[in-house]
């Protein structure tokens, strides 16, 4: 099957080229950039030489031949692509943020109108599986709240409130330098930012309803000195206390058929470059704490985004992703 | 005046005679290890060549002439030595946890029975500073749980529950080496640990009951691969919503008068290597996020140790210790 | 085809059994380890939980029951169960030092009687290939050697004075902790160490004289604060100056038909995880520099290793090893 | 007395104000920046909130009231304040490259023609001591250069070839974000650039030639995952061989006077935000190794330029630079 990655400079693109390599069934035969276009991919993703023949070209939907398209590119560029490959049955995976959230909410959390909704599954696979299998759009979840919701999934329904603490590897800035990302403000240094009003929080949010919780929820983000991984600490307050064991029963049998989310004590290292998602729990009186780690860029975003192509292509979902993480 | 520190081969120790260095009123002239005795203190600090001329010498108490006593050794390991200190009239400042609890809660929560007990002041200076002017002897604060408290205070008595998820730099393992303070197991990576039972907790309750609140309070600390530095983000629930006005002023008057509390954008890298704690705050509906920054060196360990010093000997409070943080 | 791990707690075994996930011929079966006998692997190396269900056993050479054995061993270990290896007709790949040198060189460098010294094939594949092929036992390089011979090789004959200059990842060092590894002493902070007697120069002169080269080589090893990786620069002093452009195309013709060496702007995160060796030079005058990239637990040990076991087995040499880095 | 720094937003600017607060004699009042005018100091500064109350202004030479003048800005933007701060007879130190080179040197190096170009001491104390003693005007030499030439001086007459390769941290780099400076492209990773082509060769081979050597020098740059120092270890070859003893015997003799310039074990950490260079040296045959580090914003760049500033004005060199270095 062949693929496009509409964006493909930046690090999910990256990513999905990398991951890609192990994939039975598909070959990413375009990659796109506006700013790159008629550059080597491999000039913006060295490690990737001797991998990918393909250079950088201007998107081009109309004249696109492809089977999948993954959509790589910012907020509101994603909405500009889709009705033109909806036309011409191209499957979508939209790792942007354009169709994650109800239109209304989009358009408040985002401060933008949408010119092109459509209410699409969100593919958080072990959440919403059978509404990912055989669709022809898939939206990607967001890294913060893919982490986030699989910590407090299993206790949502007893939670009262939620918080999220999540801390993030600078990967998920992106690629464009800033003084948010520059090195000698981030080595050896920690913070907090957007402490009670990152756009994440919306999914977070529309999470914990789908799952029957009538749990508040609150997120503050940090950024780590560390290239890729989410470590998020849940902290669950609940109506009444539950004991140790009985928490971890209910997380590891929640999860006990995932293929991607194992129990264990959660280290980004131990998922570092891989599509899992390692989680553990810890009661307390009447707080759980439930912490999970992800690799952003995987797990995150193009692991997830491979995961759902293969759900939506009727194959088995762990298809090509089947790789441990890396390991110091 | 003369210091001696007991225990000085640590990094807390190599911080008190960094940080003497520009204190006018104090010459510290002992320092000990048993295990460096007869080894000069610059073999194990290296960066104070040419500022100390000391050796390494086994601790002995009986004989001791200074006037002053720093005890940076290990829990149970102070308890050994304030008696014939106290008997000897010299001040002491403890900052092992051996003083900072009351008998049964210490004992309780260190598993060991603690055989020299005394009711002391908790050296958290800017909420305990009368106490400790002109004591002979002061419990110098936890390191998380200085940062912590600063961060909760003025809205202790408001909240119903207080939520420290706390990041610590890995100096704060001290200097012996270990699977957890192993280079390729924090370089890179990030983790949690003792997730709800950390014996910091118990300080951290202890001072939230000593600021008339009436808050649950939970704490999870975790390792940055980082040096220094704590950051700690205090989630506080409160029974109604509070403006972010209020609380911002609320924050700014309470700390107007504290030399070492600064209300800005935390960041580790801003009070690096100084005794300053950075804070900031703000509400959304009924959750406040607090965040402070400290070096747990200094502010939370050896340079609060001098500013109790200072208010035990009638000095000026940031006598030697106002230096700014080094950025970058 | 099975394959047994002597020594499989530490790095290179861990990083053998994640990069053997992806080779089509062959299992590990066997993963030993004296002072874990009896845990899960898994427990060693949490990365690979879903992927090796192996326990740690004690090393029993006369009840192995494989083809293939990989020594991950400390030197004068791996010499110790060489002999019983071979009589069993087991394979054998050393990841030691003991094979890597001629027997008096070997027992002058390390300082210690060998045992059961035998001439094998030096795994360094780039310059040794024939005689690995089908070898029954090959000592595997060391990791310095390894990348940096790589950078002088084609250069070699013309070179009057080599200068190594190394720059290694602290995994380098191994699993144990040590004041050398902690990691307030490497974080934010970088050394250099054994600035003129490091073991691995002996391995280094050994390739220049097999490379016909009558330079004076020299070597010195500095520790970086990353978990991977080793960049060399060799300084390279020629009797007559050269051109760019001859000494480029010197380079890419060389390794034009090398399956793992890259010519590109080397970058430790280009290689990362990966068995590649990138590298770049660049003439002035006299002398030249060219730098090298390896990941030192891949190209420099494990993945060598593997490349080798391909060799020795008459497989396609790139088998299970054609996996891009990982970056960022 | 009175000082103004001419381009203040920078590193080079913070760590001046950094510094002067313990200088007895001298007080910042101007702090220049064309893009943060009217923003207060600490606004890109926060580590220096208490100590400095300045606001950012408009350089505007004419109406400059002060005594000295630092020139923290980009090379060629010093040539065009230095003729009008000469002639309202104000000191100045430029931390630029303007003036570090000969006039025709300056011109090929840095490709533009120099508009006021005079022959003024070059600012490395060791070596010019005598020359910056009262003069009214002093040129600081680049980073690399001080800690490289600190390294060599001592060989600099019996050696035929210097080979300085070098390690900065990435505050080097200046404060403006790039795809250079980026975290993801840096932490974890490690790289050389400009193999052979750094500008700073030029001032370095001029300080041998000052020091009647007849070395051919050489120079490679790395950026390491740090934020600040740099080490250098430079490759010495000599026509004979010298003995350990002899040569270390040599180094501390040379530096036995110098106040800034400590023997023993180089690491960033012993030297971080001090004025201090810590070196140590190792012969083995012909070569020797000698290893330097310094703070490259403290002895690379600010520090030197108040010990410049102290020698100027006849005042103790070590005026306000007595502080240790900190670690970890």
């Known amino acids: 099957m062949k693929a496009a990655i509409i964006g493909a400079s930046g690090y999910t693109g990256g990513e999905l080229i ?33 991998f990918c023949n393909l250079t950088f070209e201007n998107p081009d939907i109309s004249a696109l031949d492809t089977d999948i398209a993954f959509l790589a590119v910012p907020h509101t560029a994603a909405m500009a692509y889709v009705p033109d490959l909806l036309e011409q049955g191209i499957k979508i995976i939209d790792l942007s943020a354009d169709y994650r959230l109800p239109k209304a909410v989009f358009e408040e959390v985002y401060g933008t109108p949408h010119t092109a909704w459509k209410d699409i599954p969100y593919g958080l696979c072990e959440l919403h599986r059978d509404a990912c299998k055989n669709a022809p759009f898939v939206s990607n979840p967001g890294c913060f709240p893919t982490g986030a919701t699989l910590a407090a999934a299993p206790l949502a329904e007893k939670a009262h409130t939620v918080i999220y603490d999540s801390k993030t590897g600078v990967s998920g800035a992106g690629d464009s330098p800033s003084a948010t990302t520059h090195f000698p403000n981030v080595g050896d240094n920690f913070t907090a930012y957007k402490l009670t009003s990152h756009r994440h929080l919306a999914e977070m949010r529309q999470e914990l309803v789908h799952l029957g919780s009538p749990a508040r929820c609150y997120f503050t983000p940090h950024l780590l000195p560390v290239n890729r991984g989410i470590l998020t600490t849940a902290h669950i307050l609940l109506d009444e206390p539950i004991e140790q064991k009985e928490v971890e029963k209910l997380y590891q049998d929640y999860y006990k058929n995932e293929p991607f989310v194992r129990y264990q004590r959660p280290s980004l290292n131990s998922v570092r470059g891989s599509n899992f998602c390692d989680l553990m729990v810890e009661a307390s009186e009447n707080r759980v704490v439930a912490v999970s780690v992800i690799d952003n860029l995987v797990k995150g975003a193009s692991g997830q985004a491979i995961q759902n192509m293969n759900l939506m292509c009727g194959w088995d979902e762990t298809t090509g992703l089947m790789t441990p993480g890396m390991l110091p």
Chains 1, 2, 3, 4 share one sequence.
């Open 18 to 50: 990398r991951l890609m390599q192990s994939h039975p069934h598909v070959t990413i035969d375009v990659a796109t950039s506006r700013q790159l276009a008629g550059r080597p991919v491999t000039s913006q993703h060295p490690h990737l030489k001797g």
